[in-house]
């Protein structure tokens, strides 16, 4: 799922990393883009249809394989492998260009694909969810680094609008047929059916990031790769302490994980960010928080209305195309009103329909409560993630010069996908302490819910900090990471 502010600032062509094409969606689908927009909308298709499934399916899955405690690991190492693959596409991008980075994440994604259809245990599907982890990451930032450099700047609010529309046929389709096929042939075959389809969409994309190269200006020459490792390792470590039962894990193991990850951290982000430093670092920031409450919330729904609600699979997979298309609807939404509306207004407004979203499903788990409240609940969320998430994007690209948008953009990505990650985490490590401490599941989901509804609040205190499109610009004072 993955917008927008920058129909007034005054950057030129160069500036922006391609020619003015035009304000027109037209554009977009010009003999020059075409290919480029067909191949990366197709890949997210793909990339949000597995994702979509994975959310649908769990249930079944863990009642195959056992192992409901390491059931929000599934989702946080899918995210912790897209950290290290997010930073290795960001910089390799900048080096050599988008295609080299966006041909071996296509491999990892389908190699990941096919270790889960074929997984004999809990822990080995968690180890193929690494390598699409690894993949989908990668993809992602090329995106970003590819619409940066091809695209006009008032053409990348229309095709953020346009990757978001990538959800639209697997929001609509994705759960109810993941769950559909699971019920005739089994969830295996949701995984493994993916990858050749994957493989041809990205190979559409390939040519027309060849023809993009090398972007032009100095690059860093410092690889960080270690360090996203170590931020990754770092998590997991962490992650682990707040599930562990030894009273003793539960205190080393986090501040292990601290000492190995925060500073790791704090070297792949531009300075300030975790201080919220007005401008880029806030927009960083923000967009950590902003995925953290809501995939911290989404990765529990259908858990929620499948096994605490008792409904099915089929009815859970409603609530989430709801949600998926609730946010394509919202990112159509903010790119209109990006020409009228400040970045920051539009991820305040989002950011506050999110957090009602999360007190909607709060209070859908009690009984009695028509599981339209969870449809309707879960739809506000979503709609309020399509105002809120495309702006971060754009306003990353508005506030970094053209060299620096890969380390940039790995930047933004990997907030992204900690922020999923430990989102998910936070949740797992309360629903595994309910099952070992022998509390209902109910209580374990409604304090996931509320970790998440507590990040929506953080990112609302946040926005007041992101920068405006008429205001004073941070670029020179904002440091990157490698930079």
Known sequence: MSGSDMGGSDMSGSDMGGSDMGGSASGLWAPEQRGLTVGLVLSMTFIAAEALAVITIMPRVAADLGGLDLYGWVFSTFMLGSLVGTVAAGREADRVGPARPFL????????????????????????????????????????????????????RAQMMAVLSTAWVVPG?????????????FGWRVVFVGLIPLVAVAGLLALPALVRIGRPAGEHATEHRLLDAVRTAVGAALLLQGLSSRGALAAVLLPLAGLLVGLPALRRLLPSGTLSARRGLPATILSRGLLTFAFFGADAFVTLAITTVLHHSTTTASVVITGSTLAWTAGAWVQARLNQEWEGRRLIFVGVCLLAAGIAGMIISLHSGVPVTEALVAWSVAGFGMGLAYAPTSLMMLRETAAPQRGRASASLTLSDVLGTALGTGLGGA????????????????????????????LTLAVTRRLPLEHGERVVARTSLPGA
């Open 104 to 155: 071996a994440a296509l491999a990892l994604f389908v190699a990941g694909l096919a270790a889960a259809g074929l997984a004999p245990s809990m822990g080995v599907l968690v180890a193929g969810r690494v390598l699409q982890g690894l993949g989908a990451g990668a993809i992602a930032a090329v995106a970003y680094v590819a619409i940066g450099h091809s695209l006009a700047e008032r053409q």
């Open 172 to 184: 609509l389709l994705g759960p109810a047929a993941s769950a559909e096929v699971t019920r005739l």
């Open 430 to 457: 309360a629903v595994a302490a309910a099952s070992q401490r022998g509390w209902s599941l109910s209580t374990g989901v409604t304090v996931a819910l509320c970790i998440a509804g507590a990040g929506a609040l």
